[in-house]
């Protein structure tokens, strides 16, 4: 077993550690109170290849491996998971499915320009659109409908929590076409946003990721090309399934970026402050808070490494995607906690990141799949 990594990818981690730090701290706290999309920030990772990093240089992409991705991912959710999770959704849940399940003539007319991450000097990404106001968790039950008509479907129905649902350009939605059929009638689409019929809710006002644009789309008779289907008919839901394993790597390592950005913060505070004569990291009650933290992420790191290996060998990564993202999300939620009580009252207040890489770290239970439903992926592989 080895463990060390490749030079390409210390590379691609120094880079991403430089971006975090020298693109992404500065003003991080305000877009936050703000709740302002991290723009700026997004078109500079396009420009270094981040946003497509793992899609082929044959469609545009960077071509790294799954493992330097989780090193970036982490790195930049050690600061800014505004920022992280546009990545994360760009390259796991729009452009893998893209690369794997398009046909030619989608991967030249979608795939190549969302891998950049640009068009026309513009920012331009994608957004996955899975989750319903009732079909969050029991994602098989989708009310939005495409309707087969002819040389066209009809797409009639709401779809809510979208990231990147006012930033991106292309949706990808997943709509059921025949409700005898069950999952099997669920077929996923390529569509644009500027499709007529498309409407945009308000932004949500959100506890963490508050940069990061999260908002339900309507859709009123939009007509979708059948082109525009992804893979065969029926195959929507596979199609979601498969994609999502891969999300969840993306956010097992955004959980672990988190959990590791607030341990370093509380690290070097501990080392810093003092009190009752002595730097408190030398106190056994920090001391201990520390060690535990330390290890929890390790663990995370590890599992997120084993499924990003796993992927990129071509092995069944679906339990350990799970098990990384169970892990590496209660580790985030636990870690910050931990950091923010190492800070004390300083980390109760805004001027201090701690505060809000705890606010950060719940969405990481949620999204992507619910820790509940990751247990329920595990727990179903492990007893089959
Ligand atoms: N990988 C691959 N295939 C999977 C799968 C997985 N992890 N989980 C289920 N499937 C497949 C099954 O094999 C089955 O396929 P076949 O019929 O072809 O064999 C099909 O999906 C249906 O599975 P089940 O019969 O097990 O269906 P179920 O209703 O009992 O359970 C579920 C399905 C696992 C709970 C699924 O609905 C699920 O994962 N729910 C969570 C959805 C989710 O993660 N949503 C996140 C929203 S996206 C988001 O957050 C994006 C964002 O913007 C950040």
């Excluded at 799954?66 to 600061?79: D, P, Q, R």
């Amino acid at each position: 077993m080895d463990f060390k990594l490749t030079e390409e990818q210390l590379m691609i981690q120094r880079a991403a550690r430089e971006f975090a730090q020298q693109q992404c701290l500065p003003g991080v706290i305000d877009r936050d109170e703000k709740q302002q999309l991290p723009k700026e920030q997004l078109l500079q990772l396009a420009e270094l290849g981040f946003l497509g990093m793992m899609v082929s240089p044959e469609y545009g992409g960077a071509g790294m491996d799954t493992v330097s991705y989780v090193l970036a991912m982490e790195e930049i959710s050690k600061v800014d998971s505004s920022v992280s999770v546009c990545m994360s959704v760009n390259n796991s849940l729009v452009c893998w499915g893209l690369e794997h399940y398009g046909t030619e003539a989608q991967k030249q007319q979608y795939l190549k320009p969302l891998a950049h991450g640009i068009k026309d000097g513009q920012l331009y990404t994608g957004a996955f659109l899975l989750s319903e106001p009732e079909a969050g968790s029991d994602a098989t039950h989708q009310h939005t409908s495409a309707i087969d008509n002819g040389d066209h479907y009809i797409i009639n129905g709401v779809k809510n929590w979208i990231t990147n649902g006012s930033s991106a350009s292309v949706y990808l939605v997943i709509a059921q076409t025949d409700y005898t059929k069950g999952h099997k009638g669920i077929n996923a689409f390529i569509v644009e946003k500027n499709t007529p019929g498309i409407t945009v809710g308000a932004k949500e006002n959100k506890m963490g990721i508050r940069g990061s644009d999260t908002h339900a789309i309507s859709f009123t008779d939009v007509k979708v090309a059948k082109e525009n289907r992804i893979g065969a008919e029926g195959f929507g839901f596979n199609f979601a399934m498969n994609t999502l394993n891969g999300g969840r790597i993306g956010i097992a390592a955004q959980a672990l970026g988190i959990a590791s950005g607030a341990y370093e913060l509380a690290l070097a505070y501990s080392k810093q402050r003092k009190t009752f004569g002595k730097p408190i990291h030398e106190h056994q009650a920090i001391q201990f808070k520390l060690a535990e933290m330390a290890t929890k992420i390790e663990t995370a790191r590890l599992l997120c490494f084993k499924a990003a290996w796993e992927k990129d060998n071509h092995l069944d990564y679906t339990t350990t995607a799970a098990m990384a993202k169970l892990h590496a999300s209660d580790t985030a939620m636990w870690v910050t906690t931990e950091a923010v009580q190492v800070h004390g009252g300083y980390g109760f207040v805004k001027e201090f990141h701690v505060e809000r890489l705890m606010r950060d770290a719940k969405i990481t239970q949620i999204y992507e799949g619910t820790s509940e439903i990751q247990k329920m992926v595990i727990g179903r592989s492990i007893t089959r």
